[in-house]
């Protein structure tokens, strides 16, 4: 049920009170879209904007895989939000300010009652400063919770802190999230950069997240897609030294070794394991966007 091998290199937010937007969506080259009830719209507009998701759901967003951000269920909206998409053609529901296991277990209660298909998964969003210290419990909530998405604008707002280059007000939070999704298995995505005209600071961050084991990024804007797609893909360098690794130790399997050299460097299993996690992702990505 759980499928956190799928690309999520690309998570884009889209508002659901804009028609044009979500039209436009369905031909972008995101991995995942995040079709929001919740920050993006304002409380006037929150019956049409489920509305508006409905019906883009209904035609499809294609390979992009669509799941719904709804209002939390202590709100006046959320309890309607979740009646309207558990038997849609959402593939999970986000939870916007999740801090406890709970919530994640009572969300997972009320799709059951509603009968949702086994299918839709849950997505936690991680925004505050709680959440940070929960995050084992949390992540270890049901089967049902596949991914954790960091809110880091509103957990630096939380923080009291300021937003930096190289997100020192953040590393722990992101560190620590990225250990709760190992540890049980889950899929978890870096937060926003919120500047549209900082090309330099989206590659930093997108560099960063990567490198300390997001699986994608979460993004405001189209134009920051390609970047995301590109950072967090492997590319054809890792591509081919994946498929060399796997090579080297079967053929040093074969002789009786149980280990392989490949230009100096020691072949163990567990690169092996990364190797493969490389090219599956690799092809799932050719898959999706071929």
Same mark, same amino acid.
């Given at each position: 049920?759980?499928n956190t091998?799928?690309?999520? *290199?690309?998570?884009?937010?889209?508002?659901? $009170? /804009?028609?044009?937007?979500?039209?436009?969506?369905?031909?972008?080259?995101?991995?995942?879209?995040?079709?929001?009830? #919740?920050?993006?719209?304002?409380p006037?507009a929150?019956?049409?904007? *489920?509305?508006?998701?409905?019906?883009?759901?209904?035609?499809?967003f294609?390979?992009?895989? $669509?799941?719904?951000r709804?209002?939390? @269920?202590?709100?006046t909206?959320g309890?309607?939000?979740?009646?309207?998409?558990?038997?849609?053609?959402?593939?999970?529901?986000?939870?916007?300010?999740?801090?406890?296991? #709970?919530?994640?277990?009572?969300?997972?209660?009320?799709?059951?009652?509603?009968?949702?298909? =086994?299918?839709?998964?849950?997505?936690?969003?991680i925004?505050?400063? @709680?959440?940070? @210290?929960?995050?084992?419990?949390?992540?270890n909530?049901?089967? &049902?919770? =596949?991914?954790?998405?960091?809110?880091?604008?509103?957990?630096?707002?939380?923080?009291?802190?300021?937003?930096?280059? /190289?997100?020192?007000?953040?590393?722990?939070?992101?560190?620590?999230?990225?250990?709760?999704a190992?540890?049980?298995?889950?899929?978890v995505l870096?937060?926003?950069h919120l500047? &549209?005209?900082?090309?330099?600071?989206l590659?930093?961050?997108?560099i960063?997240?990567?490198?300390?084991g997001?699986?994608?990024?979460?993004?405001?804007?189209?134009?920051?897609?390609?970047?995301? /797609?590109?950072?967090?893909?492997?590319?054809?360098? #890792?591509?081919s030294? $994946?498929q060399?690794?796997?090579? $080297?130790? #079967?053929?040093?399997i074969?002789?009786?070794?149980?280990i392989?050299?490949? /230009?100096?460097?020691?072949?163990? =299993?567990?690169?092996?394991?990364?190797?493969? *996690?490389?090219?599956?992702?690799?092809?799932?990505?050719?898959?999706?966007?071929?």
């Amino acid at each position: 049920m759980i499928n956190t091998s799928r690309p999520r *290199r690309s998570v884009l937010y889209m508002p659901g $009170a /804009n028609t044009r937007a979500l039209e436009k969506a369905k031909s972008l080259p995101a991995d995942s879209l995040i079709l929001d009830l #919740e920050d993006a719209v304002a409380p006037d507009a929150k019956a049409a904007a *489920r509305e508006n998701i409905l019906a883009a759901l209904g035609s499809g967003f294609g390979y992009r895989e $669509a799941v719904v951000r709804i209002n939390g @269920l202590n709100t006046t909206w959320g309890i309607d939000d979740l009646k309207a998409f558990a038997h849609s053609n959402a593939d999970a529901i986000v939870l916007p300010k999740v801090e406890s296991a #709970e919530q994640i277990q009572t969300l997972a209660e009320h799709l059951k009652k509603m009968n949702a298909p =086994e299918t839709m998964t849950i997505w936690a969003m991680i925004e505050t400063p @709680l959440a940070i @210290l929960r995050l084992q419990e949390i992540a270890n909530a049901h089967p &049902l919770l =596949e991914t954790l998405v960091l809110g880091t604008s509103d957990l630096v707002k939380d923080l009291h802190a300021r937003h930096t280059p /190289n997100r020192v007000e953040t590393q722990t939070a992101l560190s620590l999230s990225v250990l709760a999704a190992r540890a049980y298995g889950l899929c978890v995505l870096d937060g926003v950069h919120l500047s &549209l005209d900082d090309e330099a600071g989206l590659k930093q961050s997108c560099i960063q997240g990567r490198d300390m084991g997001f699986d994608g990024k979460t993004l405001i804007h189209p134009n920051q897609i390609a970047f995301a /797609n590109e950072m967090f893909g492997p590319s054809s360098a #890792e591509i081919s030294e $994946a498929q060399e690794r796997i090579a $080297a130790y #079967e053929a040093a399997i074969q002789s009786g070794a149980g280990i392989a050299v490949l /230009n100096g460097k020691l072949i163990e =299993e567990l690169h092996i394991q990364d190797a493969k *996690r490389i090219l599956t992702l690799a092809k799932a990505i050719a898959s999706y966007t071929s």
